[in-house]
């Protein structure tokens, strides 16, 4: 299964790693990395 985490934790990783100078789309690229490693 994916375990997809939620839109204000995500809003949240975006928020701190905008202000840490990564782009956004790195994020999006992590989570489904993450993710689908637990599957």
């Known amino acids: 299964c994916r375990i997809r985490p939620s ?3 995500v809003e949240v ?3 701190r ?3 840490s100078g ?3 789309i790195d ?3 992590s ?3 993450s993710s ?3 599957e």
Do not use: A
Request: aromatic share 14%; charged share 30%; net charge negative.
């Open 27 to 29: 994020l999006d690229l």
């Open 17 to 19: 790693l905008y202000q």
């Open 7 to 9: 839109i204000e934790f």
């Open 31 to 33: 989570i489904d990395i």
């Open 36 to 38: 689908s490693s637990i």
């Open 13 to 15: 990783l975006e928020r």
């Open 22 to 24: 990564y782009e956004i």
